[in-house]
């Protein structure tokens, strides 16, 4: 959080630090939590040849913090990810690339060619700490083949950063803490996520679901990183999921463009200013845990103040 509240104190900033690119919007499992089915985009891997105009698109001296290959699919669904990987680092862009996948499809062999590549962190979403609940949360009963893949990657002590992630929701919560004390001694970093919603696109209601909440804080998201869809279009952030908030797309338009671009700045404006009745994540919740330290920061920021006030 405190390199986080640095880079509020460093904006406006002339070019996105964070740029999510979505290499493949399909997936393999059937999340009980997810919005998948709540749309009807055409499933595809993003095409190469796309994939390689955003990257060159990218000046070297506006260098990213981190690419994550992933954002609305399972990565490893695309064939072409370790080529993705290696384009991105030869063109020396960003300081690191990462993607989250359900971990199905992962192999050694493939890791290894991820990781010669020049993948630098890779999360594995578990949720689960039973085949049981890991059968209904994700849909399919494949929580053994999961651990087996887990247990055999960090067995071949790969140069790469490994997180294992656990959504919290009312049907795993009570496997939470196993799911800790079954890792807490592996070579990787524990991430636990609320669950959280868009707009109400995903399936999932229960404790962990704000639907009658609004929030009135600052989003800081759209300020620092952009994420890129499967056709080359630019949502403003990495969970819209339905593709509501589209301020550009990247197959016609250079990022510097978009990034400094009327629609997002008009985006950025509305949220700034509290209005967010326009916005289509208004009522959304990603990052509520910790958006009052966000919104404090950002509303202390002289030149944000200046801009969009």
């Keep these: 959080m405190e390199k986080h509240l640095k880079t509020i104190s460093e904006m406006p900033l002339k070019f996105p630090i964070s740029l999510n690119i979505d290499a493949c919007n399909a997936c393999n499992l059937k999340c009980l939590m997810c919005f998948q089915d709540s749309y009807q985009f055409r499933k595809q891997t993003m095409a190469i040849s796309l994939y390689k105009k955003i990257i060159e698109n990218i000046p070297e001296e506006n260098k990213l913090e981190i690419i994550y290959l992933h954002k609305d699919?399972?990565?490893?669904?695309?064939?072409?990810?370790?080529?993705?990987?290696?384009f991105a680092k030869s063109k020396g862009i960003s300081k690191r690339i990462s993607f989250t996948t359900n971990?199905?499809?992962?192999?050694?062999?493939?890791?290894?060619?991820?990781?010669?590549?020049?993948?630098?962190?890779?999360?594995?979403?578990?949720?689960?700490?039973s085949p049981e609940i890991y059968a209904l949360v994700k849909g399919r009963n494949m929580y053994k083949q999961l651990e087996k893949k887990i247990i055999s990657l960090l067995q071949k002590n790969f140069n790469l950063e490994i997180s294992?992630?656990?959504?919290?929701?009312?049907?795993?919560?009570?496997?939470?803490?196993?799911?800790?004390?079954?890792?807490?001694?592996?070579?990787?970093?524990?991430?636990?996520?609320k669950y959280h919603d868009w707009c109400g696109c995903n399936k999932k209601e229960?404790?962990?679901?704000?639907?009658?909440s609004i929030n009135t804080t600052i989003c800081d998201n759209p300020f620092y990183s952009l994420a890129v869809n499967v056709d080359g279009s630019a949502s403003i952030c990495c969970v819209d999921n339905g593709r509501e908030a589209i301020v550009g797309n990247l197959g016609s338009s250079d990022l510097i463009e978009i990034w400094s671009g009327k629609r997002l700045e008009n985006v950025r404006r509305a949220l700034f200013r509290g209005?967010?009745?326009?916005?289509?994540?208004?009522?959304?919740?990603?990052?509520?845990?910790?958006r009052n330290?966000?919104?404090?920061?950002?509303?202390?920021?002289?030149?944000?103040?200046?801009?969009?006030?």
Aim: negative net charge.
């Design 73 to 86: 699919g399972e990565p490893l669904l695309n064939k072409e990810l370790s080529k993705m990987i290696d």
């Design 103 to 129: 971990g199905q499809l992962l192999t050694n062999d493939r890791v290894k060619e991820f990781v010669s590549a020049g993948l630098d962190s890779i999360n594995i979403s578990v949720d689960a700490f």
């Design 164 to 193: 294992l992630s656990f959504i919290v929701l009312e049907e795993n919560k009570h496997e939470l803490q196993s799911f800790k004390e079954q890792w807490k001694n592996a070579p990787v970093e524990i991430v636990v996520h």
């Design 206 to 212: 229960g404790d962990f679901f704000f639907k009658n």
């Design 275 to 290: 209005n967010l009745s326009s916005l289509p994540c208004k009522n959304c919740h990603y990052k509520i845990e910790y």
């Design 293 to 309: 330290n966000i919104y404090s920061s950002m509303r202390s920021n002289s030149k944000l103040k200046e801009l969009y006030n």
